[in-house]
C-alpha cells in the first residue's frame, strides 16, 4: 500500500520533471506555404539543423495546399499550444494583423520568413534576398538573353502570395526604369499545377508569336512552363526563367530550354529563420551587422523595415547547376 | 452542348487570330488529354450514381510510379503499363469501401482522398521528380495527317465506352443502377459486381491518364491531378450526365472537357486576365445548364 503510494508519487515527479524539462528547451516554429515541395523541404532541413546548434526544438507544420485560410488556423494551434516563437511564410498578408496582436497577448512572437507582411506588426522579417534585387536581378539577366526591345510573358502561382506579386511588382518597374522598350505581359495565375502552368505558357506563345521570354514566378510553375517549351520545339526561341531550384531546373538548364534561374540557399533561409526565433525568445536585438554561427557570411539588419537578410540572389545556369543539391 | 462548342468556337475564332490555328488547337487537344480519359471514367461512376473524388491523387500515384519506373530505366512500354496497373490497384480499394463497406460514395472518396494524397506525399518525399527521361513521347508526339495520334486513341476509347453503355449488358446495369439502385436489385440485377466494375473502370482511366501525363508533362508534383476530379464532374455533368445517376452522355462528356478547355484557351488568347477566367467559366457552365434546362421544360410544356 504505502510501496504504491511512493510508486505513484515517483511516477508523478519523473512525469512533472520531465516536462518540465522538456519546457526548458524554448520552441521555435515555422509555417510554410505549402509541405511536400522541395523548397520548403530545404528550409525544413535548414531549420532542424539550427535547432540542433542553438538548442531549440523546432516545429515544422503547413497546409497541404496554397489555402490562407488552412495556414491561419495551424498558426492559431501553434499559438494555443504556447509555441514561443513562430515563423510562417505568408499567404495573405491581411488577416495577419490580428492574429499577431492577439499572440502578443499571450506571449508569442510572431515573425514571417520567406514571404512577408509588412504592416501587420510582426517582430522581423527573415529575407531571402531583398525582393527588388530579386526582380530587378532576373530581368537584368533575362533582357541580356533575349535583347531589349523584346516580349516577355509571366506565369505565376496563386493570385495572392505576397512574394510572388512583389517580385512581379518589381520586375514591372525595373522594366518601366531601365528598358522601356521591353513589354511586360500580364502575369497569368497557374494555381499550383505544373499542367496548368503549361498550358498557359503555350498560351501565351500561341497569342504572342513574337514572346522572346517566359518567366515563372512561382516554383511549382518551373517545370510546367519548361516543358511546354520543349513540347512546342521553341529551345532557344523562347527563354525560360523563374525562380526554380537547381534540382527542378537541371533537366531544363541543360536542354536549353530554360537559359538560367534565380535563388538563394533555402536551407540556409530555414537556418537563419530559427535562428531568428531563439534570438526573439532570449530577447537580444539584431545588430546592423550579425555573425549568425554556421553562416559564412554576415547577416545585415535594417531596422528601419525590420528586415534580416540572407544576402544577394545566386544565378544558376547549365554551368553551374550541378554544385547544388536542392 | 454541340452548339455550345461551336459557339465558342466562333466568337474565339473572331476575337483573335490565333485561335483557329493547327498550333493552336493542338495546344487545346493536348491540354485535354488528360482530362478526357478522367472525365470517361468519371462519367462511369456518376452513372451509377456514385461520385469518384479519388480520380486525381490516383493518377498522381499512377503517375508517379510510372515516373520512378522511367528514372530506373525500366523500358518504356512496362513502365507505361505501371499507369493503369496502379489505377486499378487504387480503383479497387476504392470499390472495395463503397461495395463491400457500404459506405456512400462521397464520404467514401472524400476521405480515400485524404489516404490517397497522404501516399503521394510521403512517395515523393518532397523530392518532385523532374525532367524525366523523354521516352514516353510516342504516345503523345506522333500525328496523322497533321492530326495527333493521341486524339483517335481517344476517340477509340470513347466509341468504345459509348457501345458499352449501349448494347452490353453491364451498361444497362449500370444506367439501371443510378436510375433505381433497389429496383435494379430487386430486379436480379448484379449490383454490388456492376458498381465495382465502374470503380475499377474509373481507377483504371486514371491511372491510363498517369501515363499520358508523365509523358506530355515529364514531371511529377504533389499538386498533380489536384484539380482534375471537380473539372471531370463540370465536364460530365456539362455534357448531360445526371448527377443522381442514371443518364450519362458519353458523346456529352468528350464535348464538355473541349468546351471547357476551348474557353481557357480563348481567354487567354484574348486577354482575358487570369482571375476573370474562372469568373467567366463559371457563368458560362450556369448558362448552358439553365438553356439545357429550359428547352427541357419547355418540351415537357409543349408535350401537355
Not at chain 1, 184 to 202: I, S, V
Request: proline share 5%; net charge neutral.
Amino acid at each position: 500500500m504505502f510501496r504504491g503510494k511512493l510508486l505513484a508519487y515517483a511516477a508523478a515527479a519523473l512525469v512533472l520533471s520531465t516536462s518540465a524539462w522538456a519546457q526548458g528547451k524554448p520552441k521555435v516554429a515555422f509555417i510554410p506555404q505549402l509541405i511536400g515541395i522541395p523548397y520548403f523541404n530545404a528550409m525544413e532541413a535548414g531549420g532542424k539543423k539550427a535547432a540542433q546548434a542553438f538548442g531549440v526544438d523546432f516545429i515544422y507544420q503547413g497546409p497541404v495546399d496554397t489555402n490562407p485560410v488552412d495556414q491561419l488556423q495551424i498558426l492559431n494551434n501553434l499559438v494555443d499550444q504556447g509555441v514561443q516563437a513562430i515563423a510562417i511564410s505568408v499567404l495573405d498578408a491581411s488577416s495577419l494583423e490580428p492574429v499577431i496582436a492577439s499572440a502578443k497577448k499571450k506571449g508569442v512572437i510572431i515573425f514571417t520568413s520567406d514571404s512577408d507582411a509588412p504592416k501587420s506588426g510582426r517582430a522581423v522579417y527573415v529575407a531571402q534576398a531583398r525582393d527588388d534585387q530579386l526582380g530587378f536581378t532576373i530581368i537584368d539577366e533575362l533582357v541580356k538573353r533575349v535583347g531589349d526591345d523584346a516580349k516577355i510573358g509571366i506565369v505565376s502561382g496563386e493570385a495572392t502570395a505576397t512574394n510572388l506579386n512583389t517580385w512581379i511588382k518589381y520586375m514591372q518597374q525595373r522594366v518601366k526604369e531601365k528598358y522601356p522598350k521591353i513589354k511586360l505581359l500580364e502575369p497569368k495565375y497557374a494555381g499550383g499545377t505544373a499542367q496548368r502552368a503549361a498550358q498557359l505558357a503555350t498560351e501565351l506563345m500561341t497569342a504572342n508569336p513574337d514572346l522572346k521570354g517566359i518567366i515563372a514566378v512561382a516554383s511549382t510553375t518551373c517545370p510546367g512552363v519548361a516543358q511546354a517549351i520543349e513540347t512546342a520545339g521553341k529551345i532557344n526561341k523562347v527563354i525560360v526563367t523563374g525562380y526554380c531550384s537547381p534540382n527542378t531546373a537541371r533537366a531544363y538548364l541543360k536542354s536549353g530550354a530554360m537559359g538560367f534561374t534565380v535563388l538563394w540557399d533555402p536551407a540556409e533561409l530555414g537556418y537563419l529563420t530559427v535562428w531568428a526565433g531563439k534570438q526573439l525568445i532570449d530577447k537580444k536585438p539584431f545588430a546592423a551587422e550579425n555573425n549568425v554561427p554556421g553562416i559564412d557570411h554576415p547577416i545585415s539588419y535594417d531596422s528601419a523595415t525590420g528586415v534580416l537578410l540572407l544576402g544577394p540572389p545566386a544565378v544558376f545556369t547549365a554551368e553551374n547547376v550541378d554544385k547544388f543539391n536542392f | 452542348m454541340v452548339l455550345a462548342c461551336l459557339a465558342a468556337t466562333i466568337v474565339f475564332s473572331l476575337a483573335s487570330p490565333w485561335f483557329l490555328t493547327i498550333e493552336n488547337l493542338t495546344t487545346v487537344a493536348r491540354a485535354s488529354v488528360e482530362l478526357l480519359i478522367v472525365s470517361l471514367g468519371m462519367t462511369i461512376v456518376l452513372a451509377v450514381g456514385g461520385i469518384d473524388l479519388t480520380v486525381g491523387v490516383t493518377m498522381a500515384i499512377a503517375s508517379f510510379f510510372v515516373g520512378r519506373a522511367l528514372m530506373i530505366a525500366v523500358p518504356a512500354p512496362l513502365a507505361a503499363l505501371l499507369g493503369p496497373l496502379v489505377g486499378i490497384f487504387l480503383g479497387a480499394v476504392t470499390a472495395g469501401v463503397i461495395v463491400l463497406g457500404s459506405v456512400p460514395p462521397i464520404v467514401a472518396t472524400l476521405g480515400l482522398y485524404g489516404v490517397f494524397r497522404a501516399t503521394i506525399y510521403a512517395l515523393l518525399g518532397g523530392e518532385w521528380l523532374s525532367g524525366l527521361p523523354d521516352v514516353l513521347a510516342p504516345l503523345v508526339r506522333p500525328t496523322i495527317l497533321g492530326i495527333p495520334s493521341v486524339a483517335f486513341e481517344l476517340a477509340a476509347l470513347y466509341v468504345l465506352a459509348w457501345g458499352v453503355f449501349r448494347w452490353t449488358p453491364l451498361g444497362v446495369w449500370w444506367l439501371a443502377i443510378g436510375g433505381a439502385d433497389a429496383a435494379s436489385q430487386l430486379a436480379g440485377v448484379p449490383v454490388r459486381r456492376a458498381k465495382t466494375a465502374a470503380y475499377l473502370a474509373s481507377g483504371l482511366l486514371a491511372g491510363i491518364a498517369g501515363a499520358f501525363y508523365v509523358a506530355q508533362y515529364r514531371n511529377v508534383e504533389m499538386t498533380t491531378g489536384s484539380t482534375i476530379a471537380l473539372d471531370a464532374i463540370v465536364a460530365s455533368v456539362l455534357g448531360g450526365a445526371s448527377v443522381t445517376g442514371g443518364r450519362v452522355s458519353v458523346l456529352g462528356t468528350a464535348l464538355g472537357v473541349i468546351l471547357f478547355r476551348i474557353l481557357q484557351n480563348g481567354f487567354v488568347l484574348i486577354g482575358v486576365p487570369s482571375l476573370w477566367e474562372q469568373v467567366v467559366a463559371g457563368l458560362l457552365l450556369l448558362a448552358v445548364l439553365a438553356t439545357e434546362n429550359a428547352a427541357k421544360l419547355r418540351a415537357l410544356v409543349m408535350a401537355r
